[in-house]
């Protein structure tokens, strides 16, 4: 055998296993799944908290403004009452003394008398009374798909709500919605 008859066998080897490997992985694509089985499809939700303004009218009730505030009207009244009441008992020197302890306890009744009136004047208002309070949904994030690729199932979490079947590229699952950009 000369020389170039064995470079001819040995090039022709060296192509045959190129063109066979070639064939091999061209196959391996052709037949690789182009799309996985749905099995089943499960909403996935999540609780929302969302802060709300809740407002009523109150009705409230304030002590009225007051126009003395020393009681003086009330103190001054008592006491000429008092004093009158005293002035009847007793006479001479009692007589004075009367009337002046019936002034000064008139004078000191009559202040009570009005600080209680006073206290009881009260002025009646309408009030808004606003809280914040969180109010509860919720929301669809997204869907578990159980799906089935070469005889096993996965699960896998989607955006969309899938059909009967997902995409496959490159032996794997797209879970990226249709018609949204190959992220790879």
Known sequence: MDKSMLKGIALGGVAMV??????VTGYQKLAAPSSAEVVAVKEVHATVLTPQERCTDVQVQRQAPVKDENRIAGTVVGGIAGGLIG???GGGDGKKLATVAGAAAGGYAGNQVQKKLQEKDVVTSTERQCKTVQEKSRKLVGYDVTYRLGGKEAVARTSFKPGATLPVKDGRVVTA???DADPS
């Open 18 to 23: 190129v063109v066979g490997a070639g064939a």
């Open 87 to 89: 002035s009847t008992i």
């Open 177 to 179: 919605p249709p018609g």
